[in-house]
């Protein structure tokens, strides 16, 4: 099994930044891909970024391009979302998940964390 916890989320301004963590524990051996997304109230939850851990490759979906960045780093089994010039319409609770195969499904989620942008 893994386990994801995420941190870094919390109230910020329109135009500010935030940085969110998520550290895996457990067979994190397992592990070849961790991304991020977010549900938002009252709509599904979204794919925000990906991250893979051999070559580093990144993907992000088309909305979070350029404002965004997802990082790893290995020694600590730890992927990171950078977030830049947010929007209140980046309010939303963020899931870090994980999964054995890079073309397969995610397999573990974490619990989540708030992200709340004021106007």
């Known amino acids: 099994q893994v386990q994801l916890v995420e941190s870094g989320g919390g109230l910020v301004q329109a135009g500010g930044s935030l940085r969110l963590s998520c550290a895996a524990s457990?067979?994190?051996?397992?592990?070849?891909?961790m991304g991020w997304f977010r549900q938002a109230p009252g709509k599904e939850r979204e794919f925000v970024a990906g991250?893979?851990?051999?070559?580093?490759?990144?993907s992000y979906a088309d909305s979070f391009k350029g404002r965004f960045t997802i990082s790893g780093d290995n020694a600590k089994n730890t992927v990171y979302l950078q977030m830049n010039s947010l929007k209140p319409e980046d309010t939303a609770v963020y899931y870090c998940?994980?999964?054995?195969?890079?073309?397969?499904?995610?397999?573990?989620w974490g619990q989540g964390t708030q992200v709340t942008v004021s106007s």
């Open positions: 998940a994980a999964k054995s195969a890079v073309f397969a499904r995610y397999d573990y």
């Open positions: 457990g067979r994190t051996f397992s592990i070849r891909a």
């Open positions: 991250f893979t851990w051999s070559g580093g490759t990144t």
